[in-house]
């Protein structure tokens, strides 16, 4: 497997995992009959950015870059604040 043949796969293993994420969001809304966004949905969302963001930064691609970086704090922000919920219940 050559150099460029690795990261066409870490950049498609980035995009798998934000499929998943889409399929886990899809499939638990279905079984509560109402709008869910599950954690797997937000572990999903920040192992595809860092995937891509890796993939971007390889590609040396500022405008994908950014957008990663910009997408990942919102991933962290949410996580931040499932966590901070979930310590007030406890």
Known sequence: MTTEQMWIAIG???QLCFGMRILCQWIA???EKRSV???SFWLFSVA???????????????????????TLLIY????YF????????E
């Open 29 to 31: 809304t279905e079984r």
């Open 48 to 70: 595809g950015g860092l995937t891509l963001l890796a993939y971007a930064i390889y590609r040396v691609d500022p405008v994908f870059i950014i957008a990663e970086t910009m």
């Open 37 to 39: 966004v599950p954690l």
């Open 76 to 79: 962290a922000r949410n996580l």
């Open 82 to 89: 499932i966590r901070r919920s979930h310590h007030r219940i």
């Open 12 to 14: 498609v293993a980035g």
